[in-house]
């Protein structure tokens, strides 16, 4: 057997065998009642298209290497959409455990279409297919990171509640664990917002952006807050109705919100994929 032929065969048998034991992985999620896209079957045809290729390459190194192009643009249509997994968010922005691992995914793939585009030879449509390849992974990545950073993603604020007990001419503040700062004192003071507050909770490292519940009773239904762009928005609930200060902040699209459940008022954060927990009331 020629080295091309070793070569070719090993390397579409490896790229194979992996690839499609990960879309296997991909869709066995469905047994945990996770929404599997589709087009992952597709790629696990791709796959297998790639061990046929390996078998071919044994003995037409010329048609496997067909082979293994027509299965890798089968394969494309999941793998390059999947690049925007690998786009970071709040809870993973430094975690390179995390990227390594998922990443880890998309090398058979990758490897296998730069392989079968420029192994044994790489006339200039290969060479423009594999740079076409890798600017539109890049382009997913970059696009699906713009967007996570336009809706607030990686700009999430300190989410801060406190009971709140109207009344009284003037804001007083019960020792707590985050007491308010100078200026949202004046900020609630100019808007009318007068009485006892004390910290209930909150979640989120220190930040300059600041999302402050102000709760006198449990709420009758939930109630959305966007991230403040900057700065510090309040959303305060007198017991009848909904105050924010100030009323024309500027916003994100990513939000907290707090709902009632029983004798609590929970607040959660909007996430990527559904949300999470935050920290909660009880009256």
């Avoid at 009485?195 to 600041?210: F, L």
Wanted: overall charge positive; some cysteine.
């Amino acid at each position: 057997m020629t080295k091309v032929k070793v070569v070719q065969t090993t390397t579409y048998l490896v790229t194979g065998l992996l690839s499609g034991l990960f879309a296997i992985r991909a869709l066995s999620m469905a047994v945990w009642g996770v929404h599997v896209n589709p087009i992952a079957r597709i790629a696990l045809l791709g796959s297998i298209g790639l061990l046929i290729a390996a078998i071919a390459s044994v003995f037409k190194p010329d048609t496997g290497r067909k082979v293994a192009i027509v299965s890798l643009l089968a394969m494309a249509t999941f793998w390059i959409p999947a690049i925007r997994e690998l786009a970071p968010l709040r809870n993973t922005l430094f975690d390179f455990k995390y990227f390594f691992a998922l990443g880890f995914q998309f090398v058979p793939f990758f490897t296998a279409a730069f392989f079968a585009l420029l192994y044994p030879t790489h006339p200039n449509v290969g060479i423009t297919a594999a740079v076409c390849l890798a600017l539109s992974a890049l382009g997913v990545f970059v696009f699906t990171t713009g967007t996570h950073a336009k809706a607030g993603e990686y700009s999430t604020p300190q989410v801060i509640l406190y009971k709140w007990v109207p009344g009284g001419s003037a804001l007083t503040i019960k020792n707590g664990f985050k007491p308010l700062d100078k200026n949202t004192v004046e900020l609630l003071s100019h808007n009318g917002i007068n009485g006892t507050i004390s910290w209930s909770g909150g979640a989120g490292n220190e930040t300059p952006r600041k999302l402050i519940f102000l709760v006198a009773g449990q709420i009758p239904a939930s109630h959305e807050a966007r991230f403040p762009r900057e700065g510090t928005i309040v959303h305060a609930f007198d017991g009848t109705n909904w105050h924010t200060i100030p009323s024309d902040a500027q916003t994100y699209t990513l939000s907290a919100s707090l709902e009632p459940q029983g004798k609590s008022t929970q607040c959660w954060m909007k996430l990527e994929h559904g949300r999470g927990g935050c920290t909660n009331l009880e009256w």
